[in-house]
């Protein structure tokens, strides 16, 4: 039992930000053990937090809270993105956890999807590293065994409605200046075939079309009526239900919940890992046209002159 534990919290220990998805040891600190042993023990909750991103493991419920932690906006930049799947790493390979409820630490803003700054004026390999960073924490939510929820407590455009959809369910705030969908036209930029992918399986094809051409925001209760989200509840409600979803779910056996879901994203997943480099090399390709880059310029500009 104490060799088990052990084991868990070495795995779970906190690492250092920005590194990448290597395995870590879990064989370190032996002379921590008994200390690291008494204080599990009398604990039922692990926490670490890395510049980016927090997680509260309950080990009672087996659920982690994973907030996103980045002021103002928490943007999606390559350490966010690479914390981010390290975490979620960690997370599926400890027995003790089972679900993960996605949210934010930020008021009013869950994600402003991707750090613009990230694809504007840098070279083609730091676009490259960026992409297969986005793509990196795509694989690891879509694809992950645990029970995903993502509890919506702020506006969610773009790469941030992607990790939303990317969840077994969604709950969202019942505020109407929240809004969530793929703008990326209204960015003068195209959402790649994988967030266009996955959108379609959330909302179906015809809403996915017009949701995706028109670059739509979504209110809470919109997003509702097309199936973008699957709930929306009272402000401070978002929490506690996502906690009384994500119980209702584990109710049900993991093997047979696990397959199950699996066998509903295995195509998707696989069409991407098995295009990843040249979806990689069509992004860099794209992301450097001086239209491409003269547009996401403009609306930074834009976004600026708004905060002012
Ligand atoms: C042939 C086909 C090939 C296809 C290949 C692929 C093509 C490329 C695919 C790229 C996919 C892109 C996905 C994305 O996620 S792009 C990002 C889209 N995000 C948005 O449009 C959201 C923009 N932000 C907002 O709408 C608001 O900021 C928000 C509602 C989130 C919050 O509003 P609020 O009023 O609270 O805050 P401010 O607007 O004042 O913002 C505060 C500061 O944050 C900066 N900011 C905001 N969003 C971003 C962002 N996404 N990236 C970087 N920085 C951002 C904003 O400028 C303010 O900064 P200052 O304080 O310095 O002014």
Redesign the pocket.
Known sequence: MIATLLIQHEKLEQLPSGGTLSPYGVHQKHGQITSQALQLLSSQRRQFSNTYISVKLDETSGVAVMKLKRP??N???MELLTEFAINLEKLEIDRGCRGVILTSAVP??F?????????CGKNADHYGEF?RA?QEMWLKLYGSSMVTIAAIN?????????MALSCDYRIIANNKKY?IG???T??G?????W?KDIITEVIGHRAAERSLQLGM?YSPTDALKIGLVDEVVAEDKVQSTASAVMAQWLTLPDHARQITKSMMRKPSLDRLVTHREA?IT??VS??TRDS?QKSLQM??EM??K???
């Open positions: 103002p906006v943007s999606l930049n009013r803003i994600s402003a999807g991707l750090d613009i700054t990230e694809m992409w986005v702020g506006s969610s455009p773009a790469g941030g409605c992607l809004t793929l703008n990326e209204q960015l930029i195209v959402a790649p075939f967030f925001l979806d069509n992004f794209y992301i491409i609306y930074m976004l600026k708004k905060g002012r």
